[in-house]
């Protein structure tokens, strides 16, 4: 077996301790003689990893007790349109465009209702996140909406925009649990566990509790009402159980780590083994502004595509895989979630350097 430095934006890399330990529940998982992908979602085995998943969570989060959790499925992209269809009531609602997935996510709201861009970065391809101190926030307006950290270009909000008192609504699925934050101040967060989390196919929300309504304004799909998964505790039909257990693991993990303020250190550190590098050389540009940068995604270029190209083609060779940056903002991007070791971080740096010299 040899595993390699796994820079995917994702899904991406988990904690190998989490794998071994799945490993060897795989053909019985404790004592129940059978794997978690063959048990009942109602057994008392899984309400429990439930259940724990759960409470973990709220743990790890300090979830306020007026917010709900839910475990959904349908991806992130699911979500662009169940939160107008549960958030609308004037039919209002501003959107911050920072990226690819606010945008989808706003095209989305278009078709239910007057949404409004109210911020945008897309005059420079999205390389930073703009001034949120104090827009044009519409009175009527039911919530503002950000992409939290921006998967693609590299970008993150390091302050929360002033939503002048209208719920604030967080795509978090590359920064969910990165580092503390403090819930209170959003109305509804959201995140594909893919990312930074566990395996593809489950969505985690959290929400305040007077957001959650029955007399939803469109005629919505029963699964796309979040009081459906709410009043069911998440088992409204048959969850994604496998990614819920995986997901339980990495929250134990997280807990047994030191909790998320330890996650924060460690995140620190293997961003600042990075970007103190890529400040210091003039071989490789960074794509997002400084105060921009996010914790999470790196990006990165030589200026040459050829060359990027022949970065990542060597890089793989050398066990770093998965680096080369998305399409739409080219060169190379490498995902540092929590479950990269520093190691891996330094193993990429090492070659960054080698490369350079190599090709200066
Ligand atoms: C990956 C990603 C999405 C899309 O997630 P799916 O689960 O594939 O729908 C949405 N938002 C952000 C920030 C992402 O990184």
Not at 54 to 68: A, F
Not at 88 to 103: H, P, Q, R, S, V
Not at 116 to 130: E, G, R, T
Not at 157 to 168: A, D, Q, R
């Amino acid at each position: 077996m040899s595993r390699v430095f796994n820079f995917s934006a994702g899904p991406a890399v988990l904690p190998e301790e989490v794998l071994l330990e799945v490993q060897k529940e795989l053909l019985d998982y404790q004592g129940s003689g059978m794997s978690v992908m063959e048990m009942s979602h109602r057994s008392k085995p899984f309400e429990k990893i439930l259940n724990d998943a759960i409470q973990d969570l709220k743990d790890l989060m300090n979830i306020p007790d007026n917010y709900k959790v839910i475990f959904v499925q349908g991806g992130a992209s699911q979500q662009f349109g169940a939160i107008p269809m549960n958030l609308m009531k004037n039919k209002k609602a501003d959107y911050i465009l920072t990226g690819e997935f606010a945008t989808k996510a706003y095209k989305e709201a278009l078709i239910f209702g007057d949404a409004k861009v109210v911020a945008s970065s897309q005059d420079k391809n999205f390389s930073y996140i703009p001034d949120c101190s104090s827009l044009d926030i519409r009175d009527d307006a039911d919530y503002v909406y950000i992409c939290e950290n921006n998967t693609i270009y590299g970008t993150k909000f390091h302050t929360l925009p002033n939503t002048k008192g209208k719920p604030l609504v967080a795509d978090q699925s590359s920064c969910f649990l990165s580092e503390p934050i403090d819930v209170s101040k959003y109305g509804v967060i959201y995140a594909g566990v893919q990312k930074n989390v566990g395996p593809a196919g489950l969505v985690i929300l959290i929400i305040r509790e007077d957001l959650i309504r029955d007399d939803l304004l469109f005629p919505t799909p029963t699964m796309l009402k979040w009081k459906t998964q709410v009043d069911a505790a998440s088992l409204y039909n048959t969850p994604n159980c496998w990614s819920i257990y995986i997901c339980g693991k990495v929250f134990k993990w997280l807990k047994a780590s030191g909790g998320l303020e330890a996650m924060k250190k460690k995140n620190e550190e293997k961003a600042s083994i990075l970007y103190d590098y890529l400040d210091q050389t003039t071989f490789y540009k960074c794509a997002a502004e400084k105060d921009s940068r996010s914790m999470m995604n790196v990006t990165f270029r030589t200026g040459n595509e050829e060359l990027d190209a022949k970065f990542v083609e060597e890089a793989k060779k050398a066990g770093i895989v998965s680096i080369k940056g998305h399409r739409k903002v080219g060169g190379m991007r490498a995902s540092i979630y929590n479950a990269m070791p520093k190691e891996g971080v330094v193993a990429l740096v090492n070659f960054m350097k080698k490369f350079e010299k190599e090709n200066k």
